[in-house]
């Protein structure tokens, strides 16, 4: 499984910015794809997934402000941010996530909300 982010970038803090994941290599039935963050000297924590059936869950601090979809048929999701603050500056990772155990991560792309 390889997953290739892409989207990031630096924004001014109340901007927008958009996020793409794609699969490549083996795919599985009953997947979770979606996003994880980390800051510096934070843990990992959830931004956002998405199951095959459209089932989302997010992040308390994301709710009402980040919107992800994901093709249907496709293991490809998008992330939505709005209304960014300095508090959202991270590195976002896509992660993918299988039934049988398997969870995969992608290299990471920077987003940086500054002014």
């Known amino acids: 499984v390889q997953l290739v982010e892409s989207g990031g970038g630096l924004v001014q803090p109340g901007g927008s910015l958009t996020l793409h994941c794609a699969r490549s290599?083996?795919?599985?039935?009953?997947?979770?794809m979606g996003w994880y963050r980390q800051a510096p000297g934070k843990q990992r924590e959830l931004v956002a997934t998405v199951t095959e059936g459209g089932v989302s869950d997010y992040g308390d601090s994301m709710k009402g402000r980040f919107t992800i979809s994901r093709a249907k048929g496709k293991d490809t999701v998008t992330l939505q941010m709005n209304n960014l603050s300095p508090e959202d500056t991270a590195t976002y990772y896509c992660n993918y996530n299988v039934p049988a155990g398997g969870n995969f991560w992608g290299q990471g792309t920077q987003v940086t909300v500054s002014s």
């Open positions: 290599g083996d795919m599985y039935r009953y997947s979770r």
